[in-house]
Every structure is written in C-alpha cells, then in structure tokens.
C-alpha cells in the first residue's frame, strides 16, 4: 500500500475539518497546520475566531470561522447540521476546547468542578454525538480529541478536575474507538505535557523551572509540534491507528 509523503504534502486534501477552542494556542496552530494540509478548517470557538480566519486566508487556507460554545449541547447538534448542509460533512473532527484550574481539593468548589467537565468533557461528547451520524452514513470519518498527560499522571499543577476531564476524554477516546472501528471511523488523541501557550503563560519563573527541569528534552513544546502530531493521526497514514493517546511530552512520560 502507498504510503503518502509526509512533508510538504496536502494530505488533507478535499476533506473537511472541524476544530475546537481554535482562536489560539493549540487550536489555531491545528488550524493553521490543516489549512496548509489542503483541509477546509472550520474553525470554532466561543467568539467567532476572525484574526485566526484572517491569517489563514492571506495563507491561501480555507477557512470558516463560527463562533460556537461546546458546552451547549442542543446547539452544537443544529450548529453542526447547518455546517453539513453549508459546506460538508465533517471528515475529521478535533475536539481540543479546553480550560483549566488551578485550585486543590480543599478550594476546589463544585460549581468550578462541574464547569472544567462541562467543558473539557461534555463538550467532547457534544460534538462526538453530532458529527458521529455524518460519519457512519459515510463510513469514514476520524476524530482527535486533545487530552493531557495530567489525564495519564494525574495532576501535577492543576486542579484534580482537569486530569480527571482529561482521563475521562482518554477514555471517551478509547470506548468510541472500539465502537464505530466497524464504519471505519478512527478515534485517537494527543497528550501533551507543557505547551508555549496563554495556559502555561500564566506560571511563575520558579514553576517554569520546575517543569522544565521534569522534561528530558528540557524545554515546553511549541503549538505547532502538537499540530503536527496531530496531522499525522488524521492523515492517511495513520489509517490502521485507533485508540491510541499518543504522548508529545518531550519524555515527560514513558508509557
Ligand atoms: N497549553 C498547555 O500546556 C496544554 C498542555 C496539555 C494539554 N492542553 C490542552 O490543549 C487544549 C488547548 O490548550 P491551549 O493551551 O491552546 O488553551 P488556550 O486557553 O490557549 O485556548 C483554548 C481555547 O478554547 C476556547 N474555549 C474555551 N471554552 C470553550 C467553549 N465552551 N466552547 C468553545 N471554545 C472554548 C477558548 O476560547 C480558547 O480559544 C486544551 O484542551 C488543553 O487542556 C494544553
């Protein structure tokens, strides 16, 4: 079988993407990443992502921004039927929305548990239960869903709600995987350790150090690395790969 080549190639050619929490960080560069793959990136956040919709275009991308909370779950069903009949049917969708906490146990109330679920977990679902029809109708289709090695670990520097969100997304993965293999349907996901991102712009030096020191290759990921890793698990030559978390951590963690 032909194996397509990696670099430089548009191996997302004709095929439509949805990605969420795309107005920066990870998201975007995913976004940016597809774009130039040759995918149509339909790119949603919880304000429409114009800047990033802008950039993509002067790149010669495609690109439709659509201002979308993934925690609405009625709405994400109608937002993505209206998409289906607009442009396409979702090839790919990459479920990367997330937010994080910082408060331990003791100050950790239930309303902010129940937001970090709502969206770091529930909103992967609302778009998995919508997208999921266009793709067994057509049987074809891939999903990747952003998780965490806090979702492995455990939490290092976070709240226990985000790696418990994380976890359950692994999970999520794992499960959906195993179910719609039969359509032809795939299901992986990213675990990345410390991005150069606005969440991990927030740390202290001391804390940076720390975490830096606890990587073997010494230093935080750039967003473009995870995109990349990301292509690669929606593209053709990751066809045969279902059910796997895959670790772009820098060695953080072995497993
Ligand atoms: N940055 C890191 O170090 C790191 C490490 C591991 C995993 N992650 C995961 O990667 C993903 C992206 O992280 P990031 O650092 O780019 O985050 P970020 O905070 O820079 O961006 C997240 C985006 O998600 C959007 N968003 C939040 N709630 C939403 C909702 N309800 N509906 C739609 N969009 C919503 C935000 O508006 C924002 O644009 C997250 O799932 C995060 O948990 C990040």
Redesign the pocket.
Known sequence: MAVDTFVGAKLLADKTTII?????????AIARCFAAAGSLVIA????E?AELAFSIEAEGGNVVPVA????DHELVKSTIERLAAEYAPCDILVN?????AREIIENLSYEKWCSIM???LN?AFNMCKAVVPFMQERRSGTILN?????GKMGDITASPA?GTS?GAVNTLTRSLARQLAKYSITVNAV??????????AEWSQEKRKAVIESIPLKR??H?DE?AEAALFLVSPNARFITGEVLNVNGGALMD
């Open positions: 969420t929490g795309a107005a920066r960080g990870i998201g975007a949603v956040d919880l304000n992502p979308l909370d993934v925690t990367n929305a997330g937010i994080i709502d969206v770091n909103g952003i998780t965490s090695i806090a985000y994380k675990a990345p350790h410390a991005v150069e991102t606005d969440m991990s935080l990921a967003p995870i």
